[in-house]
């Protein structure tokens, strides 16, 4: 695993600058939706970033009164949140990867919402965890709206997904609060929208026909998609190379 460096690191200026345009490219999507920009929630993916980068941009967000969390997609990359200048600062924890079983204590003691239940036996690792920890964790059902095999995830269909969300509405630690998805990987617009647009989808007939009204967010879009998930209805967006760059 790669970290950045302190040579490496943004400046406080230019993390602002970068902020700034992403925070214009996603009010500008906001606004030809019909939506508040405010209303979206920018999950930081700070994968290799320093405690001190991550500090800064959650600084800048809070002064531009914006709904914040940082999210690790590597369980290695959970235990800098310890630093100081992360422990207490208040903001939600998300954990955005693929999961191994093996992980799920860790994931559970760190995130308070889960975006990548995508299939039974992590549910169970899950629910298990958290029992033994006694606590109450947020989770999103992941699905595989591009059909692609590099990804993981439930097919996007009612027959698919049912079963997980009934099992998750019954269980006692985990609470569905919503379903994620990661866009179609192609430079064809049409095809990404497709693909995320299958989400909201998928999401308003689940709440409809398994009355599951509190399945509300869609966790869909990144750096290079973000304006069509908000156009298309994301309620958490996931940023990172759009501020902190290219990973070394």
């Given at each position: 695993?790669?970290?950045?460096?302190?040579?490496?690191?943004?400046?406080?200026?230019?993390?602002?600058?970068?902020?700034?345009?992403?925070?214009?490219?996603?009010?500008?999507?906001?606004?030809?939706?019909?939506?508040?920009?405010?209303?979206?929630?920018?999950?930081?993916?700070?994968?290799?970033?320093?405690?001190?980068?991550?500090?800064?941009?959650?600084?800048?967000?809070?002064?531009?009164?914006?709904?914040?969390a940082?999210?690790?997609?590597?369980?290695?990359?959970?235990?800098?949140?310890?630093?100081?200048?992360?422990?207490d600062?208040?903001?939600?924890?998300?954990?955005?990867?693929?999961?191994?079983?093996?992980?799920?204590?860790?994931?559970?003691?760190?995130?308070?919402?889960?975006?990548?239940?995508?299939?039974?036996d992590?549910?169970?690792?899950?629910?298990?965890?958290?029992?033994?920890?006694?606590?109450?964790?947020?989770?999103?059902?992941?699905?595989?709206t591009?059909?692609?095999?590099?990804?993981?995830?439930?097919?996007?269909?009612?027959?698919?997904?049912?079963?997980?969300?009934?099992?998750?509405?019954?269980?006692?630690?985990?609470?569905?609060?919503?379903?994620?998805?990661?866009?179609?990987?192609?430079?064809?617009?049409?095809?990404?929208?497709?693909?995320?647009?299958?989400?909201?989808?998928?999401?308003?007939?689940?709440?409809?026909?398994?009355e599951?009204?509190?399945?509300?967010?869609?966790?869909?879009?990144?750096?290079?998609?973000?304006?069509?998930?908000?156009?298309?209805?994301?309620?958490?967006?996931?940023?990172?190379?759009?501020?902190?760059?290219?990973?070394?």
């Amino acid at each position: 695993m790669t970290r950045t460096s302190a040579a490496d690191q943004l400046p406080a200026d230019q993390l602002a600058a970068r902020l700034d345009d992403v925070l214009a490219r996603l009010d500008a999507a906001a606004a030809r939706a019909g939506r508040d920009g405010r209303e979206i929630t920018l999950l930081l993916a700070t994968k290799t970033r320093t405690p001190q980068e991550v500090a800064v941009v959650v600084d800048l967000l809070r002064a531009r009164d914006r709904r914040i969390a940082v999210g690790e997609n590597r369980a290695q990359e959970i235990a800098k949140h310890a630093d100081p200048m992360l422990a207490d600062n208040g903001v939600p924890r998300h954990f955005i990867g693929r999961l191994q079983t093996n992980k799920a204590r860790d994931v559970i003691a760190f995130a308070q919402t889960i975006h990548s239940v995508d299939r039974e036996d992590i549910a169970d690792a899950l629910e298990r965890r958290a029992a033994l920890a006694g606590l109450v964790r947020e989770v999103l059902v992941q699905v595989n709206t591009s059909g692609e095999e590099s990804k993981g995830g439930f097919a996007p269909t009612l027959e698919a997904v049912g079963p997980i969300l009934e099992r998750l509405r019954g269980s006692g630690t985990l609470r569905p609060v919503g379903l994620m998805t990661i866009g179609a990987n192609t430079s064809d617009a049409t095809a990404v929208r497709a693909s995320l647009r299958g989400l909201r989808e998928l999401r308003d007939q689940v709440r409809t026909e398994l009355e599951l009204p509190e399945l509300e967010h869609l966790s869909m879009g990144m750096s290079g998609d973000l304006e069509i998930a908000v156009e298309e209805g994301a309620t958490i967006v996931r940023v990172g190379s759009a501020l902190f760059g290219a990973r070394p």
